[in-house]
């Protein structure tokens, strides 16, 4: 990969993670109770936005009447969040000595 593919994929990512983040706001704000205990799913959010960006993009269609089922449908996805849990994973055993971090 050359320096200018690398840095054009580097930036449409920031350019995504953001859009993606804004969508997430949004919804959030429009479609959820301010004191509520659950939160946007953003691994589905991210699938849902991926799978439209392409079209708003070339089209340039992506006009409030597009939008609006998109974050409807993105506030659907919810989690519960509850506050200070924490699961660590165990350590294992690298499964071949050439990955083994020294």
Known sequence: ?????????????AVFDNLNALAAYVATDALLDPG???KINRTL?????????????LAATATTRRLKPIL????LNLQKFVPNRSQPRKPQPKPH????YK
Request: aromatic share 10%.
């Open 1 to 13: 990969m050359s320096w200018h593919a690398a840095r054009q994929d580097f930036g449409a990512k």
């Open 36 to 38: 509520s205990s659950y």
């Open 45 to 57: 959010e991210l699938d849902k936005i991926k799978r439209q960006i392409g079209r708003w993009l």
């Open 72 to 75: 409807e449908e993105i506030a």
């Open 97 to 100: 000595l050439s990955h083994a």
